[in-house]
């Protein structure tokens, strides 16, 4: 449906995957082969979402030094980027998109060859009373973190500046750190009774426990059943079933969910989580034409073996890689996930990586678990920092299922070990033996995964079948 013969994709979102796509179809096909066009809705393009705590937080200038390309870089390139612009409808029969200008609200049909979905996720916003009050943000995109920081600007500066996070989750526990800096009163209202519920519950209670020393006031079992206002229709306090919490700004931290309203109204698949399901190649399961990648689908999990839900810009960035190839004709695939996120608040540092005790347990695997307490550094070298990992092992074979991480400077990054391992299918006793790098400014003679693994190998070994 391009001119003069030349196929022509059509991109709808315009963030990591889609512009990802973009870009890799475009370096491998010419602007005489093939026809590039992407709609974003918002105001930017292939920004890093990950970092809006950080800009808001004030660690990070921002929105500019959240770019990696802006549209104009991207229209230099040769692709058709219009911003402000709405699919607002799939016609897969026909093979077109109906698009509205959100600035004249002007629409139009636009076909297409070949058309690959980057809807992302939206954040979780359950219909409360109130919920859509003035000062009330969900933090998404770069927008939305540009509206909190116009809020936080417009409110009138005091000895009590009070804020409410709900939900603590990666974005909820990063933006409490956020207010925190800027000099609010922060409280967090958790429905679980830890935060970090990626985390199992022994674990998320070190984190709760590091949030409390900073002076972050974080409530568990906490059921929101409501925004109450005051003048002029601002939120004034957050209630739950056990009573009210003063709020001059509200930041929503209760997760995302894929944007794949499109996708559902058109009869594409999607799956248990509302992700739409691809194959290896992020085809879109049953079409030819269609693609999808980012936040809006689901992806194997390759240690449960089961589709999961998980929005992260990494995965992103690499489904679009995967996509542009082969939209282009080349060839590439996608295999799947182990689950490996990091996160932190202030100096402590959170990091996971394949299955909790209630994954392996719904999957039906047996398994035994180990907690060790180690350190970032030799123990008499300044700045030695403490550690906690746990470890997850299979029962009888011995492989490794999964491995979280919480302590200081140095903890985080130590994960990457347990997701190589994960990658592998490595047992814990073969992690005992792998050949990592040490001195003393970086980690004791044994690393503290190591430990994890000789404890959990023994235990495997008690176990027995």
């Known amino acids: 449906m391009g001119q003069l013969g030349r196929e022509r994709l059509l991109i709808i979102g315009g963030d990591a995957a889609g512009m990802s796509a973009a870009s890799q179809a475009r370096r491998l096909r010419g602007r005489g082969e093939l026809d590039v ?9 292939s920004y890093s979402a990950c970092g809006i705590p950080y800009w808001v937080g004030g660690d990070v200038d921002g929105p500019d030094r959240l770019i990696a390309r802006t ?19 799939l016609d897969l029969d026909r093979g077109r998109v109906r698009v509205r200008d959100l ?5 139009s049909w636009e076909g297409y060859d070949k058309l690959v979905i980057a809807t992302g996720a939206r954040p979780v916003r359950p219909p409360l009373p109130g919920i859509d009050a003035a000062g009330v943000h969900g933090v998404q995109t770069l927008d939305d973190g540009q509206a909190l920081l116009d809020t936080l600007t417009g409110l009138n500066g005091g000895p009590e500046r009070r804020a409410v996070v709900v939900g603590a989750g990666y974005i909820g526990v990063e933006m409490a750190e956020a207010l925190l800096t800027r000099g609010y009163e922060v409280t967090v209202l958790n429905r679980g009774e830890q935060p970090m519920s990626t985390l199992d519950p022994d674990m998320g209670r070190l984190v709760r426990e590091a949030m409390d020393g900073l002076g972050i006031t974080t409530v568990g079992g906490a059921d929101v059943t409501g925004i109450l206002t005051g003048d002029g229709g601002r939120v004034r306090a957050v209630a739950t079933e056990d009573g009210e919490y003063p709020a001059d700004v509200v930041a929503l931290g209760m997760g995302v969910e894929p944007e794949t309203t499109l996708a559902r109204e058109a009869g594409l698949p999607v799956g248990e989580y509302g992700g739409l399901l ?29 589709e999961r839900h998980i929005p992260l810009g990494t995965h992103a960035n690499k489904h679009g890689q995967v996509i542009g190839s082969n939209v282009a004709g080349g ?21 996971r990586t394949g299955l909790r005790e209630k994954d392996a347990e719904a999957v039906g695997l047996r398994f035994v678990t180990v907690t060790v307490e180690s350190t970032s550094r030799a123990g008499y070298y300044p700045g030695a920092a403490p550690m906690t990992v746990k470890m997850l092992a299979e029962r009888r074979t011995g492989r490794l299922l999964g491995c979280q991480i919480v302590g200081r400077e140095g903890a985080a990054k130590r994960v990457d070990i347990a997701a190589v391992a ?18 003393p400014p970086f980690s004791p003679v044994w690393d503290p995964v190591q430990v994890a693994a000789r404890k959990a190998v023994a235990a495997v070994r008690n176990a027995g079948a």
């Open 37 to 45: 066009v992407a709609f974003e809705r918002g105001h930017f393009t």
């Open 278 to 306: 691809t194959d290896l190649s992020m085809r879109v399961r049953g079409r030819e034409e269609v693609w999808a990648g980012g936040d809006c689908v689901e992806v194997l999990d390759l240690v449960s073996g089961r």
């Open 331 to 351: 060839y590439g695939t996608f295999p799947g996930v182990v689950g490996t996120a990091v996160s932190k608040v202030c100096s402590l540092e959170i990091a």
């Open 103 to 107: 600035e004249s609200g002007a629409e």
């Open 422 to 439: 994960l990658t592998a299918g490595m047992t814990v006793e073969q992690i005992t033996a792998l050949d990592l790098g040490y001195a």
């Open 71 to 89: 549209p104009e870089e991207h229209r230099e390139r040769g692709i058709d980027l219009r911003l402000r612009t709405e699919v607002a409808q």
